[in-house]
């Protein structure tokens, strides 16, 4: 997936949990932070498939 991609869906989660998301830069990663769950996304322009899928249900709480 694309790491845009990724951004994007992450942006979708936050808004229809009603919050914002949070990114700060970190040195190879971005960390990301919406309520109080908080991850970390790789700076890459492709992310691996099953590192994005987990990273998304990680943020929508399942």
């Known amino acids: 997936m694309k790491r845009g991609?990724?951004?994007?869906?992450?942006?979708?989660?936050?808004?229809?949990?009603?919050?914002k998301a949070i990114y700060t830069e970190g040195g190879s990663h971005t960390h990301v932070q919406i309520g109080d769950l908080r991850t970390t996304i790789p700076r890459h322009s492709e992310v691996n498939e099953l590192t994005a899928r987990g990273i998304l249900k990680y943020l929508e709480g399942k």
Not at 5 to 19: D, F, N, P, S, V
């Open 5 to 19: 991609e990724l951004i994007k869906r992450i942006g979708k989660i936050a808004k229809a949990t009603g919050q």
